[in-house]
């Protein structure tokens, strides 16, 4: 194990100082130095994760899909640009670049006024000698909030805008975790970022908490009818718990989608009673033509359409603003 931490830390060291800081240099981005060594491996982390999902989940699809291959099939091609576009990091850089002054201000201020995020380590002591323990926990926290700005991205109309291009998808696989559109992204990355400060989650727990539970969401959108048993089903969310979450509403079913929110453990569903459990096989959409229709379009031009879904979804707002003036 610690020959295959240390080959990591070789390979990270060595693409850093090959490729990303002689760029740095060059461009007098040296300020950038150490946000830079840690794109480094996250980018690597990315290729972990592509190879986990086109290998290991795949595998499943392959084996036991749940709707069969199809016409449809070109569906998936734009879902796969998203998946390398966020795992490889090119999003999610752009959406570092754009909250990372942000992020940085607001650290500043709060240590302004003293006040110093806690750690779970001096506060519940007993976790402290027990790293896996304390990295639970520290997941746990991650999920719940994942869960609230879930539930938030179905409540308001404007995010709701941006969120629908997720559920749009007709063709539900490994690759639909990352069909978001960047300023949905960027809502919710900022929103975790803070909350992980707050809560007091170092940056290479956030890492590391970020890279299983974006796994586990892309096993929860498999093309597969696998159960974790009654019991599993309670603890993880799997393929069956979330596919409901994306079933295409119906006139008995108007609300469907609002349920099984939760990005990994399924017991903030239960408390909050939004969770559903059947066994109905239901398609995978929106029934709103004008979202039903990103399933034709590529990643430029549904980025683009969706942000003028946004923009419509916010004009009433304004007009309200500007007439009670």
Known sequence: MRELIDLW???????????????LFHFGLMAWYEPGYSAVEFVMLGLVQIAVIAIGMRFFERRWPLEKSGEDDRLI?????????????????????LTYPVVQEIELTVRTWGYMPPRLERLLPWIGDNDLLSFLVYFVLYDFAAYWLHRGQHAFGWWWALHSLHHSQRRMTVWTDDRNHVIDDLIVT???????????VQPGEYVVILMVGRLVESWSHANVDMSFGWLGERLLVGPRFHRLHHALSTPTERHIQDHNFAPVFPIWDILFGTAIYDEKH?????????????????WFAQQATVFGRFVRALLPRFSRRASAR
């Open 190 to 200: 900022l929103a975790l970022v803070l909350f992980s400060q707050f809560v007091g």
């Open 77 to 97: 091609m734009v879902d796969r640009v998203y998946t390398v576009l966020n795992k490889l990091g090119i999003v999610p850089l752009a959406i570092f670049i």
């Open 282 to 298: 239901r398609p995978t959409g929106v029934d709103d033509a004008a979202a039903d229709a990103d399933n034709g379009r590529g």
């Open 9 to 23: 830390v070789n390979v990270q060291a060595w693409l850093f100082e090959t490729l990303v800081s002689p760029v």
